[in-house]
C-alpha cells in the first residue's frame, strides 16, 4: 500500500524507502533478500533516531531486527500468536506492525507504550513489562486453541536473561508435559540488562567454536584414521555423529529433557536461515525450542560497545552516542546516594551483604559491587529467590541488604511474607522507584508497595523527604532487628547535603516542618517537600495557614503524633505517592477511626487513583494525578 509522505513523520520518511510501505506484517513476506537487508538497515535507523531523542529500550531492539523480519515473515500475525518476553525488543515489531506513523510518540503522554499492550494493538497479542512471563502466557493460548479446535501457530521469544527466572521454567516443563503445538525462540544475546550470571548463562554461553573442542574435535578424527582397515570407516561415522555430539555438548541436552525440539543454535541475523528454521517449525506438532544467538545493539557500534548504558538509555547524539547534557546535574539522585551510603555502612559493618535481581547498574549497588566483591550477590532475573536467599544469610547473622525495584518486589510478596517476615529475620528491602517512575508506565510505576506491605506484620516502612533522610534511614535499617524497607523515588534529589554521622531515626517519630492553625497536612516520602512548598506559597498569600507533618514512617505508624495532630485541627489532608486503596492515607484514616477522631473532621487524601496510571513525564503524571505542588495547593485551598 502507498504511503502519503503527508502520513508520516518527516524525519522517518526522508530516510526510509521500504519502511512506509509496510502497513501490517504480511507486507513483510514477499521480500527479496536485498529488500529485507534494506528494510532492516531503515528499521535501526529509524529506531535510533527516535530513541536518541526521547530516550527507551535501544540496544535490546537493535540486536532482534532480523528476527522480527523473520517472525513477520513467517507467521500469519492475522491469525498466529507471538508473545514477547519482557518488551525491551519491540520497537522494530511496532513499526512493521502499522505504528511507524505514530513511532514519534513512543513512551510519550498519549503516545505508544515503550512496551506490547494489547489496548494498542490487535498484533500486540499479550501485555508485557516484567519478564519471564511470554511462555506461561503463550502455552495458555496454545491450549485454548486446541480445546477451540483451531489450528494457529502460537510463538514465545524470551530472552536468555529472563529464561533463568522460575516462572521460564515451571512453564517448559509444562508445556513438555502436555506436548501441545508450540514453539519457543530464545533469543541469546548473554545479557539480560547486566551480563548474565549462573550456571544456565554458563552453560548457554558454551560454544563449539573454542579453540580445545576445535583442536579436540580434529585430534580425535586423526587418531581414528590411523587404525587400520576401520580408520577411515570410524572417522566417516565420527563426522556424522557430530550432531549427537553437539547436541550433548549443547544446551540442547536441557531442552530435550524438558520434551522439547531443540533446534540451533543458530545466527539471529540471517534473516533466510531464520526464516527458513521458523517455517520448518510449522510442520511439527509438538513443543519445539529455537535457540537463536544475537548480539544486543547490533548495527550500532555504541550500542555494541556498551551494551549495558545502552539497554534503557535517555536523550543522546546519535552520531556519537554521547548522552545529551542538559546542563550539569544539579543534585545526585536517590540511586546514587543509596548506593554510596551502602559502601560507607559497609565499610563498617562486615556483615552488610548487597544483593540485587540482575540490576547492579539501577539500583546502584555497582559501586558496592567493585569495593565489596565478595560481599555482593546478583542472583539474576530471580525476586523470588533473592528474598529467600537473603533469608537464609540473615539466619546465620548476615545483614542481607536486597535492593530491588519497586515493581519488582511485587514478584516476592510469598517469599517477604513467609521466609523473612513471618520469621522475623534481619532483611533490608531498598526500594527504588518507588512512586511514578514515568515513560515505562504502568508495569513499573511502584505504585502498590506501602499497600502490599503495611498490613505484613514484623515489618517497619519508612520513605525519605530527601537525600540526607535516605541515608539516615538506611542507618536506622541497620540499627533495627528485624525485618525493614525504605522506598525511594526515581531521579534527582532535592539537594540535602547528606550528614557523614548518619545518626539513626527515633523509631515511629515524625518530623514538624511547619506550624499552621487551619489544617494539618500530613505527608510522607517524595510529597513531604511539594507539601511545604504548597503551605508556605498559600500562607504567603494569605489563603490560610497550615502545618506540615512529615510522618517518615508507615510502620509503625507515628500514632501519638497524627493523633495530637488531629486533636488540633478539624481539617486533614494526607499526600502520598502510592495508590490511595490501602496506602498510607489509609492507615491515618484507620487510626482516627479506631480513636474516635472522625467525627466533626475532615480528612482528604491525595495519592494515586484506583487506575493503572499511564506512561509519561514523572512531571506530567504527578500533575495528572494531582499529587505535584499544584494539586496539593488546590487540595488546601478548598479546605481552608
Known amino acids: 500500500m502507498a504511503v502519503k509522505k503527508t502520513d508520516l513523520p518527516n524525519k522517518y520518511f526522508n530516510e526510509t524507502r521500504l519502511l512506509p510501505l509496510v502497513r501490517k506484517p504480511g507486507d513483510v513476506a514477499g521480500l527479496s533478500r536485498e529488500e529485507l537487508q534494506t528494510l532492516a538497515a531503515e528499521l535501526r535507523r529509524v529506531i535510533i533516531e527516535q530513541v536518541s531523542a526521547s530516550g527507551g529500550h535501544l540496544a535490546p531492539s537493535l540486536g532482534v531486527v532480523e528476527l522480527t523480519l523473520a517472525l513477520c515473515r513467517v507467521l500469519d500475525l492475522e491469525r498466529d500468536k507471538l508473545v514477547w518476553d519482557v518488551g525491551h525488543q519491540a520497537y522494530a515489531y511496532k513499526l512493521l506492525t502499522g505504528r511507524l506513523d505514530r513511532f514519534h510518540s513512543l513512551r510519550k503522554l498519549g503516545g505508544l507504550s515503550g512496551f506490547p499492550r494489547m489496548a494498542e494493538s490487535r498484533y500486540d497479542h499479550f501485555g508485557v513489562g516484567h519478564s519471564s512471563t511470554s511462555i506461561s502466557a503463550a502455552l495458555g493460548m496454545a491450549l485454548a486453541r486446541d480445546l477451540a479446535g483451531q489450528k494457529h501457530e502460537v510463538v514465545a521469544v524470551i530472552g536468555d536473561g529472563s529464561l533463568t527466572a522460575g516462572l521460564a521454567f515451571e512453564a517448559l516443563n509444562q508445556a513438555g508435559d502436555m506436548g501441545s503445538k508450540l514453539v519457543v525462540v530464545l533469543n541469546d544475546n548473554e545479557m539480560s540488562i547486566s551480563k548474565n550470571v549462573g550456571a544456565l548463562s554458563r552453560f548457554l554461553s558454551r560454544k563449539l567454536s573454542a579453540p580445545f573442542l576445535t583442536r579436540f574435535k580434529r585430534e580425535v578424527e586423526a587418531f581414528l584414521k590411523q587404525i587400520p582397515k ?101 543534585f545526585a539522585t536517590y540511586t546514587e546516594v543509596f548506593g554510596s551510603t551502602l559502601c560507607a555502612l559497609a565499610e563498617k559493618d562486615r556483615k552488610i551483604v548487597a544483593i540485587t535481581a540482575a540490576m547492579p547498574e ?147 517519630e515524625v518530623e514538624m516542618l511547619k506550624s499552621g492553625k ?66 498510607f492515607g489509609s492507615a491515618v484514616l484507620e487510626l482516627l477511626a479506631d480513636h474516635d477522631l472522625l467525627a466533626g473532621r475532615t480528612v482528604r487524601r491525595l495519592g494515586l487513583p484506583d487506575a493503572f496510571v499511564e506512561h509519561g513525564s514523572q512531571k506530567e503524571l504527578r500533575e495528572i494525578t494531582g499529587i505535584d505542588k499544584s494539586g496539593i495547593k488546590k487540595a488546601l485551598a478548598e479546605l481552608f
Open 230 to 330: 576401520i580408520g577411515e570407516d570410524l572417522a566417516l561415522f565420527a563426522r556424522r555423529s557430530e550432531d549427537a555430539f553437539k547436541s550433548f555438548m549443547t544446551p540442547g541436552m536441557l531442552f530435550e529433557a524438558l520434551r522439547f525440539t531443540y533446534v540451533g543454535p543458530i545466527d539471529g541475523h540471517n534473516v533466510e536461515l531464520l526464516s527458513d528454521v521458523l517455517a520448518q517449525t510449522r510442520r511439527m506438532d509438538k513443543p519445539v525450542l529455537v535457540h537463536v544467538l544475537t548480539r544486543k545493539g547490533k548495527g550500532y557500534e555504541p550500542a555494541e560497545t556498551n551494551p549495558t548504558y545502552f539497554h534503557g538509555v535517555g536523550g543522546f547524539e546519535p552520531e556519537t552516542g554521547m548522552a545529551i547534557k542538559h546542563g550539569p546535574a544539579l
Open 362 to 508: 539501577g539500583t546502584g549497588t555497582d559501586c558496592f559491587r567493585l569495593r565489596f566483591p565478595e560481599r555482593f550477590v546478583d542472583v539474576g532475573i530471580c525476586e523470588q529467590h533473592a528474598v529467600t536467599f537473603a533469608a537464609g544469610l540473615a539466619t546465620q547473622g548476615y545483614k542481607p541488604a536486597v535492593a530491588i525495584y519497586s515493581t519488582f518486589l511485587q514478584r516476592a510478596y510469598d517469599q517477604l511474607v513467609h521466609d523473612v517476615c513471618l520469621q522475623n529475620l534481619n532483611v533490608k528491602f531498598f526500594l527504588d522507584r518507588a512512586g511514578l517512575v514515568g515513560e515505562d508506565g504502568a508495569t513499573h510505576h511502584g505504585a502498590f508497595d506501602l499497600s502490599f506491605l503495611r498490613h505484613v506484620p514484623n515489618l517497619v516502612i519508612m520513605a525519605p523527604k530527601d537525600e540526607d533522610e535516605l541515608a539516615r534511614m538506611m542507618a536506622t535499617a541497620f540499627a533495627l532487628e528485624g525485618p525493614v524497607a525504605v522506598r525511594y523515588p526515581r531521579g534527582m534529589g532535592a539537594g540535602a547535603a547528606v550528614d557523614p554521622a548518619l545518626k539513626p531515626l527515633a523509631l515511629g
Open 518 to 583: 487551619d489544617v494539618a497536612v500530613i505527608a510522607v516520602g517524595s510529597r513531604v517537600l511539594p507539601a511545604l512548598e504548597a503551605a508556605q506559597e498559600l500562607e504567603e498569600a494569605g489563603v490560610g495557614s497550615a502545618a506540615v507533618c512529615n510522618a517518615r514512617f508507615v510502620k509503625p505508624l507515628p500514632e501519638e503524633q497524627i493523633l495530637s495532630l488531629a486533636r488540633r485541627h478539624k481539617k486533614l489532608l494526607v499526600v502520598e505517592e502510592n495508590a490511595l486503596a490501602g496506602g
